[in-house]
């Protein structure tokens, strides 16, 4: 069972540079092909077994179950929002006698999915990603970030890089009150892989990393821009925006308790350094 309402809603969005293999319309005309975001991010995560959009008599065991997908492949050299996902996340099975844990968010295995599906049809140059993410649907991720520190520390030194993250949440949450603790939980979970300083939340509003608007924002009208980072880490990757956001995910669950959706950016944009 999924939750339906707007609460419960996850949202990725991959931002960057998209060009075309060259062979791709010759390919497309010669099968009758009309691959998009949307049919090339079922058929990975379906090939995964993370999700699967086909009818079944019994319930399949998604990661998440897909509401919708796209993307903008206008050939211009632009910054683009080149995939988004928007999905939403089936309750756990309930074991009596147990109490119910959340799972971890999928964040990984969807930019996984989208990257796929892009670099399927072209080469990708990354520039941001966005996430909007239900905390009060996230398990605790402490064990498996720090099970997979070791593969961050792995990379080249020559590819470091800066980063800036931003979060937005309802003016309630008032998470700038909490901006030291989570800069102390986000680096606690990264191993030595990331430094982190906070930066003005008003200069890192408009990163050139991301295309606007972001998908979601129909969800994420009511929530405002609350803290900003500036994260220096070993290399710039799909998976290193995705172990950033779940990083500050799992820092901003831990340090505040926040039930509801957080938007979460991260720009690679060279401005930000």
């Not at 339906?4 to 005309?29: C, M, R, S, Y």
């Not at 608007?213 to 880490?233: I, S, T």
Request: glycine share 6%.
């Amino acid at each position: 069972m999924s939750d339906t309402g707007l609460d419960a809603t996850f949202i990725v969005g991959l931002h960057g540079v998209l060009d075309k293999h060259p062979w791709i319309e010759q390919v497309n005309a010669e099968f009758d092909l009309e691959e998009d975001v949307f049919s090339l991010a079922v058929q990975r995560a379906s090939a995964f077994a993370w999700s699967s959009t086909a009818l079944a008599d019994e319930q399949t065991e998604n990661l998440w179950d897909h509401n919708d997908a796209g993307g903008d492949w206008t050939p211009d050299g632009a910054v683009r929002q080149l995939a988004w996902l928007q999905a939403s996340l089936p309750r756990p099975a309930h074991m009596p006698g147990r109490a119910r844990r959340e799972p971890r968010l999928p964040v990984l295995p969807v930019f996984t999915v989208l990257a796929d599906a892009l670099r399927r049809v072209g080469t990708v140059r990354l520039t941001g990603t966005h996430t909007l993410a239900p905390l009060h649907r996230a398990g605790d991720a402490r064990v498996a970030l720090a099970e997979n520190a070791d593969w961050y520390t792995l990379a080249n030194p020559a590819d470091a890089t800066t980063l800036t993250v931003t979060v937005s949440a309802l003016p309630s949450a008032r998470l700038a009150e909490r901006a030291d603790a989570i800069r102390e939980a986000a680096l606690a979970r990264t191993y030595g892989n990331m430094r982190v300083a906070s930066r003005k939340p008003a200069t890192a509003a408009a990163t050139p990393g991301l295309a606007r608007p972001l998908a979601g924002m129909v969800q994420a009208e009511r929530l405002r821009l609350a803290l900003a980072f500036r994260c220096d880490v070993r290399e710039w990757t799909t998976d290193v925006a995705a172990w950033t956001t779940e990083v500050f995910a799992d820092s901003i669950r831990t340090v505040t308790g926040l039930s509801g959706l957080v938007l979460i950016a991260v720009s690679s944009d060279p401005a930000a350094a």
